[in-house]
T-cell receptor, first 112, second 112 residues
Framework: DADVTQTPRNRITKTGKRIMLECSQTKGHDRMYWYRQDPGLGLQLIYYSFDVKDINKGEISDGYSVSRQAQAKFSLSLESAIPNQTALYFC???????????FGDGTRLSIL | GNSVTQMEGPVTLSEEAFLTINCTYTATGYPSLFWYVQYPGEGLQLLLKATKADDKGSNKGFEATYRKETTSFHLEKGSVQVSDSAVYFCALGNQAGTALIFGKGTTLSVSS
Protein backbone atom coordinates (compact mmCIF):
# COMPACT_ATOMS: atom_id res chain seq x y z
CA ASP A 1 0.00 0.00 0.00
CA ALA A 2 1.16 3.52 -0.79
CA ASP A 3 2.41 5.62 2.13
CA VAL A 4 0.72 8.75 0.76
CA THR A 5 -2.62 8.18 -0.95
CA GLN A 6 -4.47 10.76 -2.98
CA THR A 7 -8.06 10.49 -4.14
CA PRO A 8 -9.34 10.82 -6.75
CA ARG A 9 -6.51 10.16 -9.22
CA ASN A 10 -8.37 11.93 -12.00
CA ARG A 11 -11.27 14.35 -12.01
CA ILE A 12 -13.04 16.31 -14.72
CA THR A 13 -15.50 18.94 -13.62
CA LYS A 14 -17.12 22.18 -14.71
CA THR A 15 -16.42 25.79 -13.90
CA GLY A 16 -18.04 26.92 -10.67
CA LYS A 17 -18.21 23.50 -9.03
CA ARG A 18 -16.82 22.80 -5.59
CA ILE A 19 -14.08 20.18 -5.60
CA MET A 20 -12.34 18.37 -2.78
CA LEU A 21 -9.09 16.47 -3.17
CA GLU A 22 -8.15 14.15 -0.35
CA CYS A 23 -4.84 12.98 0.99
CA SER A 24 -4.10 10.38 3.62
CA GLN A 25 -0.78 9.08 4.90
CA THR A 26 0.50 6.14 6.89
CA LYS A 27 3.99 7.50 7.50
CA GLY A 28 3.16 9.04 10.85
CA HIS A 29 4.44 12.43 9.73
CA ASP A 30 3.19 15.62 11.31
CA ARG A 31 3.86 17.82 8.29
CA MET A 32 1.70 17.76 5.19
CA TYR A 33 1.73 19.86 2.04
CA TRP A 34 -0.29 20.52 -1.09
CA TYR A 35 1.49 21.44 -4.33
CA ARG A 36 0.33 22.23 -7.81
CA GLN A 37 2.32 21.20 -10.89
CA ASP A 38 1.95 22.93 -14.24
CA PRO A 39 4.01 22.03 -17.31
CA GLY A 40 7.29 23.94 -17.36
CA LEU A 41 6.70 25.57 -13.99
CA GLY A 42 7.83 22.95 -11.51
CA LEU A 43 5.85 22.62 -8.30
CA GLN A 44 4.25 25.50 -6.44
CA LEU A 45 3.19 25.31 -2.81
CA ILE A 46 -0.50 25.93 -2.11
CA TYR A 47 -0.84 25.23 1.63
CA TYR A 48 1.05 23.40 4.34
CA SER A 49 0.31 22.16 7.83
CA PHE A 50 2.73 21.28 10.62
CA ASP A 51 0.12 19.63 12.81
CA VAL A 52 -3.65 19.34 13.18
CA LYS A 53 -4.06 22.85 14.54
CA ASP A 54 -1.61 24.53 12.17
CA ILE A 55 -2.48 25.71 8.65
CA ASN A 56 -0.30 28.02 6.56
CA LYS A 57 -0.67 29.60 3.17
CA GLY A 58 1.86 28.88 0.47
CA GLU A 59 2.77 30.96 -2.53
CA ILE A 60 -0.44 30.36 -4.51
CA SER A 61 -3.24 29.88 -1.96
CA ASP A 62 -5.84 32.16 -3.59
CA GLY A 63 -8.88 30.18 -4.70
CA TYR A 64 -8.00 27.21 -2.48
CA SER A 65 -8.72 26.14 1.08
CA VAL A 66 -7.58 23.19 3.17
CA SER A 67 -8.66 21.16 6.15
CA ARG A 68 -6.45 19.03 8.39
CA GLN A 69 -8.98 16.56 9.75
CA ALA A 70 -6.43 14.40 11.56
CA GLN A 71 -2.69 13.86 11.64
CA ALA A 72 -3.07 11.49 8.72
CA LYS A 73 -5.54 13.46 6.59
CA PHE A 74 -5.19 16.74 4.73
CA SER A 75 -7.75 17.78 2.12
CA LEU A 76 -7.65 20.54 -0.47
CA SER A 77 -10.80 22.30 -1.68
CA LEU A 78 -11.55 24.49 -4.64
CA GLU A 79 -14.68 26.39 -3.60
CA SER A 80 -15.58 27.52 -7.10
CA ALA A 81 -13.35 25.90 -9.70
CA ILE A 82 -12.08 27.88 -12.66
CA PRO A 83 -10.30 26.62 -15.80
CA ASN A 84 -6.88 27.97 -14.86
CA GLN A 85 -6.91 25.65 -11.87
CA THR A 86 -6.54 22.76 -14.29
CA ALA A 87 -3.31 21.10 -13.16
CA LEU A 88 -1.71 18.12 -11.47
CA TYR A 89 -2.00 18.32 -7.68
CA PHE A 90 0.34 16.60 -5.26
CA CYS A 91 0.15 15.95 -1.56
CA UNK A 92 3.37 15.43 0.37
CA UNK A 93 4.42 14.65 3.94
CA UNK A 94 7.60 15.05 5.89
CA UNK A 95 9.11 14.60 9.29
CA UNK A 96 10.54 17.36 11.45
CA UNK A 97 13.15 19.84 10.28
CA UNK A 98 14.84 19.63 6.94
CA UNK A 99 13.67 16.12 6.07
CA UNK A 100 12.80 15.00 2.55
CA UNK A 101 9.20 15.12 1.50
CA UNK A 102 7.28 12.04 0.41
CA PHE A 103 4.76 12.50 -2.38
CA GLY A 104 1.53 10.88 -3.41
CA ASP A 105 0.92 9.88 -7.02
CA GLY A 106 -1.05 13.04 -7.75
CA THR A 107 -4.55 14.04 -8.80
CA ARG A 108 -5.03 15.20 -12.35
CA LEU A 109 -7.77 17.84 -12.29
CA SER A 110 -9.40 19.24 -15.42
CA ILE A 111 -11.88 22.10 -15.20
CA LEU A 112 -13.95 22.75 -18.27
CA GLY B 1 14.63 35.11 -1.77
CA ASN B 2 15.66 31.53 -2.17
CA SER B 3 15.49 30.08 -5.65
CA VAL B 4 16.60 27.16 -7.79
CA THR B 5 17.59 27.23 -11.45
CA GLN B 6 18.06 24.05 -13.42
CA MET B 7 18.91 23.51 -17.03
CA GLU B 8 16.04 23.39 -19.43
CA GLY B 9 15.30 20.25 -21.32
CA PRO B 10 14.51 18.06 -22.87
CA VAL B 11 17.76 16.16 -22.67
CA THR B 12 17.98 13.32 -25.16
CA LEU B 13 20.70 10.70 -24.79
CA SER B 14 21.58 7.28 -26.05
CA GLU B 15 21.86 4.42 -23.62
CA GLU B 16 25.20 4.30 -21.77
CA ALA B 17 25.88 8.01 -22.37
CA PHE B 18 27.07 10.31 -19.60
CA LEU B 19 24.45 12.55 -18.01
CA THR B 20 24.79 15.95 -16.40
CA ILE B 21 21.82 18.08 -15.36
CA ASN B 22 22.89 21.44 -14.00
CA CYS B 23 21.34 22.99 -10.92
CA THR B 24 22.31 26.22 -9.20
CA TYR B 25 20.69 27.85 -6.23
CA THR B 26 20.36 31.13 -4.36
CA ALA B 27 19.81 30.87 -0.63
CA THR B 28 20.55 32.38 2.73
CA GLY B 29 22.04 30.11 5.32
CA TYR B 30 22.87 26.49 4.64
CA PRO B 31 19.94 24.73 3.05
CA SER B 32 19.70 21.06 2.24
CA LEU B 33 19.64 20.18 -1.44
CA PHE B 34 17.64 17.42 -3.10
CA TRP B 35 17.12 15.75 -6.42
CA TYR B 36 13.71 14.24 -7.06
CA VAL B 37 12.66 12.09 -10.00
CA GLN B 38 9.19 11.80 -11.49
CA TYR B 39 8.38 8.82 -13.70
CA PRO B 40 5.38 9.07 -16.03
CA GLY B 41 2.08 8.95 -14.16
CA GLU B 42 3.72 8.96 -10.76
CA GLY B 43 4.53 11.37 -7.98
CA LEU B 44 7.96 12.67 -7.16
CA GLN B 45 10.44 10.32 -5.51
CA LEU B 46 13.50 11.38 -3.61
CA LEU B 47 16.58 10.40 -5.62
CA LEU B 48 19.34 11.80 -3.42
CA LYS B 49 20.13 14.57 -1.01
CA ALA B 50 22.99 16.49 0.58
CA THR B 51 22.75 18.46 3.78
CA LYS B 52 25.99 20.45 3.92
CA ALA B 53 28.80 21.77 1.78
CA ASP B 54 30.96 19.14 0.05
CA ASP B 55 28.48 16.38 0.85
CA LYS B 56 27.93 13.96 -2.02
CA GLY B 57 24.53 12.38 -2.37
CA SER B 58 24.29 9.18 -4.38
CA ASN B 59 21.65 6.63 -5.35
CA LYS B 60 21.05 4.24 -8.27
CA GLY B 61 24.26 5.36 -9.97
CA PHE B 62 23.34 9.05 -9.76
CA GLU B 63 25.53 11.49 -7.85
CA ALA B 64 25.47 15.15 -6.91
CA THR B 65 27.90 17.18 -4.81
CA TYR B 66 26.88 20.20 -2.73
CA ARG B 67 29.22 22.96 -3.92
CA LYS B 68 28.87 26.03 -1.76
CA GLU B 69 31.53 28.00 -3.61
CA THR B 70 29.65 27.72 -6.91
CA THR B 71 26.18 27.36 -5.33
CA SER B 72 25.60 24.28 -7.43
CA PHE B 73 24.26 20.75 -7.08
CA HIS B 74 24.64 19.17 -10.51
CA LEU B 75 23.24 15.71 -11.10
CA GLU B 76 25.48 13.18 -12.88
CA LYS B 77 25.33 9.59 -13.98
CA GLY B 78 28.08 7.79 -15.80
CA SER B 79 25.95 5.50 -17.94
CA VAL B 80 22.24 6.14 -18.38
CA GLN B 81 19.65 3.47 -19.12
CA VAL B 82 16.34 3.64 -20.91
CA SER B 83 14.66 3.19 -17.53
CA ASP B 84 16.17 6.51 -16.38
CA SER B 85 13.82 8.40 -18.69
CA ALA B 86 11.88 10.72 -16.41
CA VAL B 87 11.60 14.30 -15.22
CA TYR B 88 14.27 15.38 -12.72
CA PHE B 89 13.74 18.18 -10.21
CA CYS B 90 16.35 19.96 -8.16
CA ALA B 91 15.00 21.31 -4.86
CA LEU B 92 16.13 23.48 -1.99
CA GLY B 93 15.04 22.86 1.58
CA ASN B 94 15.27 24.88 4.76
CA GLN B 95 15.60 24.17 8.44
CA ALA B 96 12.08 25.32 9.15
CA GLY B 97 10.81 22.72 6.71
CA THR B 98 8.20 25.14 5.48
CA ALA B 99 8.50 23.90 1.94
CA LEU B 100 10.79 22.78 -0.77
CA ILE B 101 11.62 25.22 -3.53
CA PHE B 102 11.69 23.35 -6.80
CA GLY B 103 13.36 24.00 -10.09
CA LYS B 104 11.17 23.74 -13.18
CA GLY B 105 12.26 20.21 -13.96
CA THR B 106 14.37 18.67 -16.72
CA THR B 107 12.95 15.95 -18.92
CA LEU B 108 15.41 13.18 -19.77
CA SER B 109 14.75 10.78 -22.63
CA VAL B 110 17.10 7.85 -23.13
CA SER B 111 16.90 5.73 -26.27
CA SER B 112 18.35 2.29 -26.87
Amino acid sequence: DADVTQTPRNRITKTGKRIMLECSQTKGHDRMYWYRQDPGLGLQLIYYSFDVKDINKGEISDGYSVSRQAQAKFSLSLESAIPNQTALYFCATSGQGDQPQHFGDGTRLSIL
Amino acid sequence: GNSVTQMEGPVTLSEEAFLTINCTYTATGYPSLFWYVQYPGEGLQLLLKATKADDKGSNKGFEATYRKETTSFHLEKGSVQVSDSAVYFCALGNQAGTALIFGKGTTLSVSS
